[in-house]
């Protein structure tokens, strides 16, 4: 069990209250960390420490703020193993998920935004008798705020971008996954970034959270997670006009066509559906599937589920662990029973496992296949975030288009088949901010990632991050005669 504070002003400190909160192993419920219960009090202290470091930070030319990223992503490197197993331990998802998605991709995240702020170039409109120069400054102080599915996987995804750009930051990761935000701030510490500039608060997002996007000297907010809470924040952030980003959730469609080659695909399709336990925003937790071909599909869906072994996540032949916590697998639960209650058939899953030893109590759940039900019915609309998914039919591909757009959601898709120009027609009429054709979750970390409708407001990824987290400032210099 270890002790964690916060980080602020180059300190580790605890919350200026004193008070506390339990940090748990989802996968065995043994408690692994306690956590500040940060309040206003510690965001404020957190404000004024960037206060007294931003400008000096933000007097550093993009190559040497780009410079500390390098560090940063050296010093996470040598502690890959490390940020793996704490994010196993405290999110339960399998080590092997941790090290090739989470702990890969953080380290990645500091050395692809150190590269990318490299290679901006400068923005200019010649006139005839004038020259506008476009220039991207620091906006600030940002506040972050991450949830625990991906944990440092995300932090990381804001915290390099708002850095390289000039911005002091202040992060504030789930209360349920702080061990790697908090190994952040030591590499943060250790490779000696200036005191100020990056401060870590931890603590719930109803007071802690509030109170960072509430503080009106926090010019930015970028937020990740759930829908709900981010309509909460949006109403905080918009009477101060700070600048927002919003990812939030998803309900994604899986469009499998009636060419699809189904064989060669089957074990993406079902990545897609259950990697991390559902518990990614971009799962497709909805695969409308063309009648002709559903009994093959389902056949072979069904096939490859069945050799996913659910077990002790630090096994490495893990392939689904544990739900972030007792309360999200209840949650899940109840949506498996309100499935029944639409009418819905459950045709694998829908229960707990049978685990033993130190797992027998853990937050697991079966991956779980329901058909039958109504594509508007609630099970079938609403996120659920877990290893649940639904199956429908159409006959054509108006139908399936429609049904995919039928949600409040418009993350992402996908869609499988052979004819990758019709593909890239069906793509087009899809409401979500990201599509992928025969493949899913295939990232190029230039790209633009954001959804649209209740999936959220703006884009992050290569140079839009680096847009969101600057200023534009036009320099229009009128010639000489
Ligand atoms: P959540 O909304 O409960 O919490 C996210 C973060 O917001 C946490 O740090 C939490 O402490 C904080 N928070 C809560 N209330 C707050 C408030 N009033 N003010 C400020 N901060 C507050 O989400 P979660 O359960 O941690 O994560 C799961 C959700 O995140 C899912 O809906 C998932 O789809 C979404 N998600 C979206 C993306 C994306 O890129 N679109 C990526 C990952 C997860």
Redesign the pocket.
Known sequence: MIVINNYVNGEFIESTNGCTIDNFNPATNEKIAIIPQSSAKDIINAVDACKASKSSWAKLTIHERAEWLDKIADELNNRFEEIATLESLDTGKPISLARNVDATRSVNNFRFFADLARKMKKTQFEMNDAMNNVINKPVGIAGL??????PLY?LSWKVAPALVMGNCVIA????LTPMTANLLAEVIHNVGLPKGVFNLVHG???SC??A??EHPDINLIS?????A?GK??AKSAAPMFKKISL????KNATIILDDADIISNIDNIVKSAFLNQGQV?LCGSRILVHESIYNSFLKQFLKSISTMKIGDPLDENTKLGSLISNEHLEKVESYVNLAKNEGGEIIIGGKRPNLNGKISEGAFFEPTVIVGLNHNSRTATE?I?GPVVTIHQFNDIEDAINIANCTKYG?AASIWTEDTKLGESIAKKLDTGMVWINCWLHRDLRVPFG?VKS??VGREGGFYSLEFFSELQNICTFFNS
């Open positions: 705020i991450t949830p625990w599915n991906l995300l504030k990761p789930s209360e719930y997002g109803n959270g509030q960072l996007v937020f990740t997670g759930g829908t809470t909460i924040v990812e939030l959730g998803g925003c996120e975030f993350l959804g999936s959220g």
